[in-house]
């Protein structure tokens, strides 16, 4: 479970974000990557290089494997969670492009500069499946990728095949497929940020018990559906500030729509599913920020801030107090 969005501000900045909501236990942390850094892809033939320098949050277990982040040219990716639709390639098929799953994220990130270079790649490129260092299992994902442009797109990978879709809505949560989630929408086109005072019946005056009637019937439950339903409609009506600064609040405050307090949300496996962290990117400036489940204070990283030839750690992102370089 987690849910992504885009927002183009007032100053046309684009601001990216997830919340990484989920029932393992997960330490992840932010780095920051520098161009010309030695990747060492499962599938891929040969060893690659970082065109471009990237900031993102990830697990370096074995290497580094990236859950979001963006890059110096202003693209932002983020993988989320697909149960029951997400399929992938069993082995390579000889002439594509074979990525893992778990390594689409760093792949995208360090060699695309924009949404353009990512669709080009529709023809070559195959998702491979591979076990999650975390579950120790093939994890269903599928991905949303904005550029500074305000650009959005979405990849699913199913039994259909591989899907580049384009995303105008901004927005991405889980299962099921986007389509699916972009159709279900037309079920709430009476909602309204304004609220209705009052209705005549007849000769009946029914008058409003309070504000906010014109958004009765907002799904409010954390399924995805309901979180695709909510995040959209607060994103489209939300006033958008005059300020960066403002901005950058602003996108946490609707973030808490769809955040996942402990205990509410009880996974299969009988553990809580809860929003471990959530972040928000602007990708004109390169600056990333995030709160933690433990910590609401916003931190701030910006990835020019890496002036090495090697990855730069910045910090726990469960860390109580705040990381250093940060």
Not at 293 to 321: H, P, R
Request: include cysteine.
């Amino acid at each position: 479970m987690c849910t992504a969005i885009s927002i183009v501000s007032k100053q046309n900045e684009v601001f990216f974000g997830r919340t990484m909501d989920f029932n393992h236990e997960i330490d992840l942390e932010a780095y920051i990557v520098p161009r010309n850094y030695k990747w060492s892809g499962k599938y891929l033939k040969h060893d690659y290089r970082t065109k471009y320098s990237f900031i993102c949050t990830g697990q370096p277990i074995g290497r580094l494997l990236a859950a979001d982040g963006m890059n110096e040219k202003g693209l932002g990716v983020a993988a989320l969670y697909f149960p029951g639709f997400a399929h992938y390639k069993s082995r390579k098929t000889p002439g594509k492009l074979s990525i893992t799953s778990v390594e689409l994220v760093n792949y995208l990130l360090s060699n695309c500069q924009n949404i353009e270079e990512i669709i080009s790649l529709a023809p070559i490129l195959e998702i491979i499946g591979a076990p999650d260092p975390v579950t120790k299992a093939v994890m269903p994902l599928h991905w949303i990728a904005t550029d500074k442009t305000g650009k959005s797109i979405v990849i699913e990978s199913t039994r259909q095949g591989l899907n580049i879709l384009p995303n105008p809505i901004g927005v991405l949560t889980n299962s099921p497929d986007y389509y699916w989630h972009y159709t279900n929408l037309r079920n709430y086109m009476m909602l309204s940020p304004e609220s209705t005072e009052q209705k005549e019946w007849g000769n009946l005056t029914l008058k409003a018990l309070s504000k906010g009637t014109g958004s009765y019937g907002l799904p409010g439950d954390f399924t995805s559906t309901s979180r695709f339903v909510r995040i959209t409609f607060a994103k489209n009506f939300m006033e958008l500030p005059k300020t960066r600064e403002e901005m950058v609040l602003a996108c946490f405050h609707i973030m808490k729509l769809v955040t996942i307090p402990k205990g509410i949300v009880i996974a299969n496996n009988n553990k809580e599913e809860y929003t471990q962290y959530t972040n928000v990117m602007n990708l004109n400036t390169g600056s990333y920020y995030f709160t933690s489940y433990y910590n609401n204070e916003i931190k701030c990283a910006n990835i020019k801030d890496n002036q090495s030839n090697d990855v730069l750690f910045l910090g726990k992102i469960k860390s109580y107090a705040t990381p250093k370089h940060i």
